[in-house]
């Protein structure tokens, strides 16, 4: 059974920084892309950042140079490192497994942990 744990969320002020944490059990890295989505009140959920079998990154291009996604293959941990955050940044964020680069059709999902930036 896959299970995915989001943690790290919190509230923070405009050009601060958080670490999202997703502890993955039951799926393997190397079976396909992990990746992070978020969605705000009212919006569509749309894909931050999603890692390759290879860890080769990538990113929706208004977070690109501030969030970095990473993973620790031995722990079963996805990462993502979110630094000069903006208010538009505020939403519920997911981590997700088995999908490809930054489309919301992946198979498992977490619960979400809430990012919330004020100005």
């Known amino acids: 059974q896959v299970q995915l744990a989001e943690s790290g969320g919190g509230s923070v002020q405009a050009g601060g920084s958080l670490r999202l944490t997703c502890q993955v059990a039951?799926?393997?890295?190397?079976?396909?892309?992990m990746g992070w989505f978020r969605q705000a009140p009212g919006k569509e959920r749309e894909g931050v950042a999603a890692?390759?079998?290879?860890?080769?990154?990538y990113y929706e291009s208004s977070v690109e140079g501030r969030f970095t996604i990473s993973r620790d293959d031995v722990n079963n941990v996805l990462y993502l490192q979110m630094n000069s955050l903006k208010p538009e940044d505020t939403a519920m964020y997911y981590c997700?497994?088995?999908?490809?680069?930054?489309?919301?059709?992946?198979?498992?999902w977490g619960q979400g942990t809430q990012v919330t930036v004020s100005s």
């Open positions: 997700a497994a088995d999908g490809w680069w930054l489309l919301p059709s992946y198979k498992y």
């Open positions: 039951g799926y393997s890295f190397r079976t396909n892309y």
């Open positions: 890692i390759d079998t290879d860890s080769n990154p």
